[in-house]
């Protein structure tokens, strides 16, 4: 079958698919190669989903896809969040193949373990990148075809660190700041138009994200944090998160213990929580 065939047989099938939630709903995850975004393409996928993986790794994508409930009616569309000014011949890829996206799904991202003055600029700016930069550039030309075609929804995985700051994650958590307070904006200026924004913020959720994160001379960390060894089963958060999708909420935070208390004192007691958050780490 040739890729214009293919295509055409996705763009049938994501119309013909009916029903409530999510089944029949084109999904574009990125980070789709591990973690999260793996987990949620499984789940979704079960659900009756059409998806679009995306995140560097294509042989990994790939791998994925076939693993997958019905793969044959998935798509691969590597991209890379640093390199913006490739990202909206993606966009015009996914729209090629079904027609139109109903889900973006902003996962794709990179974490840091470093002191903050011991952290070169470099890896500041490439967390900036990926995290920010790249994520923006890409829901920027989503949502305008969103808002031409009749609506859609918007996700953005940030973190309880776009919450509250802590040590050894500087650059990673004012990416995670920049991309909640770029959403809400958003938010504000096109909820009217059709499309819903929804930003979700994970606690401590069992992941390579450690392993993956960049040390202060931009090299791999490359274990896994006691604390994140220790979090939320990654099936049990994307159920959660599912959970979130359905449901008309515009903001959520998945979390427990640590995260969830941290979270709730640095939003309601900011001054104490700044204080005490100085005597946990010096301990």
């Known amino acids: 079958m040739t890729q214009t065939a293919l295509n055409n047989k996705n763009r049938k099938l994501a119309r013909a698919l009916s029903g409530t939630g999510v089944f029949g709903k084109v999904f574009w995850i990125t ?86 003055l011991e952290t070169q600029e470099a890896v500041d700016r490439q967390i900036m990148e990926v995290d920010y930069f790249g994520t923006i550039a890409l829901t920027k030309q989503v949502a305008k075809r969103m808002i031409n075609e009749a609506g859609g929804t918007i996700i953005s995985i940030s973190s309880v660190a776009g919450k509250v700051g802590s040590h050894f994650r500087s650059a990673y958590s004012a990416a995670k700041h920049a991309l909640i307070g770029f959403m809400d904006c958003l938010r504000a200026e096109i909820s009217d138009q059709g499309v819903r924004i929804l930003v979700v913020c994970p606690g401590w959720v069992q992941t390579d994200v450690s392993r993956n994160a960049l040390t202060g001379d931009m090299s791999q960390f490359g274990q896994m944090d006691h604390e994140i060894a220790n979090g939320m089963p990654v099936d049990i958060f994307v159920k959660k998160l599912l959970k979130v999708i359905d449901s008309s909420r515009e903001e959520a935070v998945i979390a427990s213990g640590l995260p969830w208390f941290a979270y709730q004192m640095r939003r309601l007691l900011p001054n104490q929580f700044h204080k005490l958050i100085r005597k946990i780490y010096k301990r």
């Open 31 to 116: 980070g789709a190669s591990s973690g999260i975004g793996k987990e949620l393409a499984i789940q979704l996928a079960d659900l009756g989903a059409v998806l679009i993986l995306s995140s560097r790794r294509e042989d990994t994508l790939y791998r994925v896809k076939e693993s997958l409930r019905n793969s044959e009616q998935h798509q691969v569309i590597a991209l890379d969040l640093a390199m913006s000014d490739s990202l909206e011949a993606k966009v015009d890829q996914a729209w090629l193949a079904f027609g139109h996206i109903d889900y973006l799904v902003n996962n794709g991202g990179i974490s840091q373990r470093s002191l903050c």
